[in-house]
Nanobody
Framework: QVQLEESGGGLVQPGGSLRLSCVVPSWIANSYDIVWFRQAPGKEREGVSCIHRTGRTNYVDSVKGRFTISRANDKKTVYLQMNSLSPEDTAVYYC??????????????????WGKGTQVTVSS
């Protein structure tokens, strides 16, 4: 069974920061884009940010300027740095892997593998 493992969630005050991590197997790191999703209570899961295997990144409008996606040199760990957090960012955050299309960009549909998620709660 493929394992993508998220960590770094927790409780943070509004305006605070958290860094999430997603650890993936080597064969995933070498052939897949990594995508962060989140699902808030009572809402549908939504894409947040992604990093293409070649390093290109993408952010949804609601997190642009506040979140930064990056990865370790060996590509086996992908980070989501989240700054200026607000209660609206409260959700379970998931990382997922999508088979890379070299000529395309990373996207938010058709994921092949998922992690189990990590809870982020923004509250005073």
């Amino acid at each position: 069974q493929v394992q993508l493992e998220e960590s770094g969630g927790g409780l943070v005050q509004p305006g605070g920061s958290l860094r999430l991590s997603c650890v993936v197997p080597s064969w995933i790191a070498n052939s897949y884009d990594i995508v962060w999703f989140r699902q808030a209570p009572g809402k549908e899961r939504e894409g947040v940010s992604c990093i293409h295997r070649t390093g290109r990144t993408n952010y949804v409008d609601s997190v642009k300027g506040r979140f930064t996606i990056s990865r370790a040199n060996d590509k086996k760990t992908v980070y989501l740095q989240m700054n200026s957090l607000s209660p609206e960012d409260t959700a379970v955050y998931y990382c997922a892997a999508d088979r890379t299309v070299l000529t395309g960009d990373c996207k938010y549909s058709g994921m092949d593998y998922w992690g189990k998620g990590t809870q982020v709660t923004v509250s005073s």
